[in-house]
């Protein structure tokens, strides 16, 4: 199976996910909360669907939000990491904030991606190998290497809870947002500058952007500076930065 295979299944995957998508309404859709309290619709279910008869063949793992998990994936060579619809909340309000994002997984990492973010008619594919495309025009992350000025894609609802209250005299500008696998894919697009998370966040929330972020040329890392693993048996990550290489020495000081 070659990259140029892989981008082609995820590419067909993210447009039966828009196909399936047009099916319902956002901010007029019904909900339920999951046992842990996060909202889960039938488009949820539905785009998770989709992907599942797209993209793993025989041999291969997956880990989404909405299956439930199979360890034997934790076996597998290559692991299909998907949410299919991050920003669920977002979804259900009616905020244009929310995306379907796919990560193929190979030796603990992201090695190509996809993102679908259907409010902004943008489709982010791409590979270590092959780079990125934006609608299938090439892309890279922006070329930065200083702080000043720079725009962050900060998450709604850390910004809400005070979380990002410390960076009030940063020489960077905070831009609240949902869905932090849209913000990853902005970054990869060249669309923003930054992003990065407080917290603990599932590796279904970044896989896919992981990739994208990394292959458009820019760095994905750990706050507290382990190597991010993937397809783990525990699957929460303690936060992520996603940035043009040039920013992350900066920022690793900044935050020190």
């Known amino acids: 199976m070659s990259r140029t295979d892989d981008l082609a299944r995820i590419g067909e995957a993210l447009r039966r996910a828009a196909d399936v998508l047009q099916r319902f309404s956002p901010g007029e859709i019904e909900h339920r909360l999951k046992s842990e309290g996060d909202p889960v619709t039938e488009a949820d279910e539905a785009v998770d669907a989709a992907l599942r008869c797209t993209l793993p063949q025989p041999g291969e793992g997956w880990l989404s939000e909405e299956t439930v998990d199979d360890p034997a994936r934790l076996g597998c060579a290559r692991t299909w990491i998907v949410d299919p619809l991050d920003g669920t909340k977002e979804f259900v ?8 994002s796919v990560g193929l997984v190979e030796g603990a990492q992201p090695v190509a991606g996809g993102i679908l973010i259907p409010t902004r008619e943008l489709t982010i594919l791409g590979s270590l190998e ?20 720079v725009r962050v894609l900060a998450s709604r609802s ?34 923003a500058d930054a992003t990065w998370t407080l917290v603990p966040k599932n590796e279904w929330d970044v896989a896919g952007g992981t990739a994208l972020v990394r292959a458009a040329g820019g760095a994905v890392w750990r706050p507290d500076g382990e190597a991010l693993k993937f397809n783990q048996r525990n699957t929460l990550l303690p936060g992520l930065l996603a940035t043009p290489a040039g920013l992350e020495q900066p920022l690793r000081e900044y935050l020190a």
């Open 93 to 100: 309000q009616g905020i244009p904030e929310w995306c379907v």
């Open 130 to 149: 092959t780079g990125v495309t934006v609608n299938g025009e090439p892309a890279t992350v922006r070329q930065l290497d200083r702080l000043d000025g």
């Open 158 to 191: 850390e910004v809400k809870r005070g979380q990002w209250e410390r960076f009030g005299g940063a020489p960077f500008a905070v831009e609240p947002m949902g869905s932090v696998a849209c913000k990853m894919g902005l970054v990869a697009a060249g669309l």
